[in-house]
């Protein structure tokens, strides 16, 4: 199964999570290491171990993971306030009663409207008397995806979406990019990125944006399957850098259907496992 080369736009709710040609939507497992590979994953840090952070069950009375919520047409459109507003979609978003959000201080929710094929993310976000507000807010068609103006934020510091980029479970092979967060990050971002969030210009620090690789040497065969459909999207798709955060953790949804234990199969690879790649080519 994941060995299968054949291109497949994954979907949910019945829509895709953009075309195939976008740029997370592509394999890199056949393009260069970036010339400065060796100093950006060092600076991330070699011997650090690589962390699910998602799963199943509750850790600290919270699902493990960035959960999503699907609406449709007739779901109630509320207006959001927000602390970012010049770099905020200011539309109203479709917020359920019961909408589910990320624990911790992120506080994501991620929106499908299932009618439209249109995907609403807001960070940060909270009640306000009897209205919401969030730190910012973004939207796109999942059909015809367009990139965030050039320097601006989206809920996810990069500027990217962030349900495209988790991990779900399921049987199919995985293909897009993993969503992964670096401790510290440079003043810069490269395609399909939009936006930094860092004020260090050090050129050994990732950019937002960067496309990391685990290293086709690494023999993957051993893991459990969960496990190893991890492995096999991190070889052939990579991770994206999309925010400041705990090292080499890569996200996905919290699922009854993940098996912890064999999540926990990943802990042995670390970031001497990984490279960055060169992805200029799938600028466009």
């Not at 993310?121 to 796109?140: D, F, K």
């Amino acid at each position: 199964m994941l060995g299968v080369a054949v291109a497949a736009t994954a979907a949910l709710a019945g829509c895709p999570l953009f075309g195939a040609d976008f740029s997370t939507n592509q394999r890199v497992d056949t393009l260069p290491v970036a010339a400065d590979s060796s100093a950006i994953v060092r600076s991330i840090g070699v011997g650090d171990g690589f962390h699910a952070d998602f799963g199943s069950g509750l850790w600290e009375g919270r699902p493990i993971g960035i959960p999503y919520t699907v609406v449709n047409r007739k779901t109630r459109r509320s207006r959001v306030r927000f602390d970012y507003a010049d770099e905020s979609d200011r539309v109203r978003y479709p917020i359920p009663r019961g909408v589910k959000i990320e624990g911790g201080g992120d506080r994501h929710a991620l929106l499908v409207d299932r009618s439209s094929c249109r995907l609403y993310e807001l960070y940060a976000l909270r009640r306000e008397g009897s209205g919401w507000r969030a730190g910012s807010g973004a939207t796109w068609s999942l059909r015809r995806p367009k990139l965030r103006p050039r320097g601006w934020t989206s809920a996810d510091a990069a500027g990217l979406p962030i349900l495209p980029l988790l991990a779900r479970p399921g049987n199919r092979p995985i293909r897009h990019a993993l969503r992964v967060t670096v401790s510290e990050t440079r003043s810069a971002f490269t395609f399909p990125a939009r936006h930094f969030a860092s004020d260090n210009d050090d050129p050994s620090l990732p950019r937002m944006g960067e496309r990391l690789r685990l290293k086709a040497s690494v023999d993957i065969s051993g893991l459990p399957r969960q496990a190893r459909r991890i492995a096999w999207a991190m070889q052939t798709y990579g991770l994206i850098v999309a925010d400041n955060g705990s090292d080499w953790y890569v996200s996905g949804v919290p699922s009854a259907r993940w098996d912890n234990d064999q999540l926990h199969a990943l802990d042995g690879i670390t970031g001497r496992d990984f490279e960055v790649v060169d992805a200029s080519s799938l600028n466009r």
